[in-house]
């Protein structure tokens, strides 16, 4: 499952390269039954990441957000250089609950001042505007984006990192006292040898002695039973943690390919034309 869930995330990343960066196009949102035009885009990134990096991306630029029902507000932002302001009117959601990955941003350009309403379908003229503004922020969005998730999958092999050195130093542990029981029941076994003989030697007439020598015999095969039962835990405890150890050293491998892949696709956005 652990597995799985890597090579899903591992996919989309590895798409990135082929694709470039996203382009804004012409789209249109529903919003109280009327149909608005509007600038938008499609990014592969979840939609908090999203509404994150157009926060941060306003924020750097002197707006603060503001929030009118479904949609993420900026107030009087100048679309380009002329200084053409319009309030920013942003609704960010996933594209489907089967792509939860994948986010559509829809702006919205309201005359400042104005408010939402069917009216402001006659701003589509600035569609184009806003469409030019989207793809000055592009750029950010995905530098952004991915710099969360290089930080998260950092944390994610920092984790695996740690679970696996701990998993070695585990085996070690295993294999010290499974060497430290075999030599006892070595000792043990020779214990009994020796034990033998002196039951042997000892006169059937002193049941005494007898008596003494048969004790610590059975005390040496209890001791044996012992030794062969915690033998057969640790080898088996070491088998499992070679099986843990290959399953995490295996998930290590495919952790450290999706934070080389962010490192690369982050690399290339900066200097994607």
């Known amino acids: 499952m652990i597995m799985r869930k890597i090579l899903l995330l591992l996919i ?42 157009i926060k941060d991306y306003m924020l750097r630029k002197g707006f603060k957000d503001s929030h009118y029902k479904d949609f993420l507000v900026f107030r009087s932002v100048p679309l380009d250089a002329s200084g053409t302001q319009a309030d920013l009117y942003f609704n960010i959601s996933r594209k489907s609950r089967s792509e939860k990955d994948i986010t559509i941003v829809n702006l919205l350009p309201v005359k400042k001042g104005e408010t939402l309403t069917p009216a402001a379908e006659g701003d589509s003229s600035y569609i184009g505007l806003s469409q030019a503004f989207i793809d000055t922020m592009i750029r950010q969005i995905h530098s952004y984006s991915l710099n969360q998730e290089i930080i998260e999958a950092q944390k994610n092999l920092d984790k695996t990192s740690s679970k696996l050195t701990d998993l070695k130093n585990d085996s070690g542990d295993i294999a010290k006292k499974i060497r430290s029981y075999e030599a006892d029941l070595e000792k043990n ?25 048969h004790k610590k015999m059975d005390k040496l095969l209890d001791n044996q039973a012992d030794y062969e039962k915690k033998l057969r835990n640790y080898k088996a405890d070491l088998e499992q943690n070679t099986k843990d150890r290959q399953t995490q050293q295996a998930l290590y491998e495919k952790e450290s390919e999706v934070l080389a892949a962010l490192k690369q696709r982050y690399q290339n956005v900066g200097t994607t034309k």
Not at 189 to 206: C, E, F, L
């Open 12 to 53: 989309p990343v590895l798409s990135l390269f082929k694709s470039g960066l996203s382009q804004s196009f012409k789209g249109s949102y529903t919003f109280q039954k009327a149909v608005y035009p509007t600038a938008a885009v499609q990014v592969p990134y979840d939609e908090d990441r999203v509404t994150d990096a």
């Open 189 to 213: 076994k020779n214990d009994q040898a020796s034990q033998t003989k002196v039951i042997s030697s000892t006169a059937t007439g002193d049941q005494d002695a007898l008596s003494k020598a």
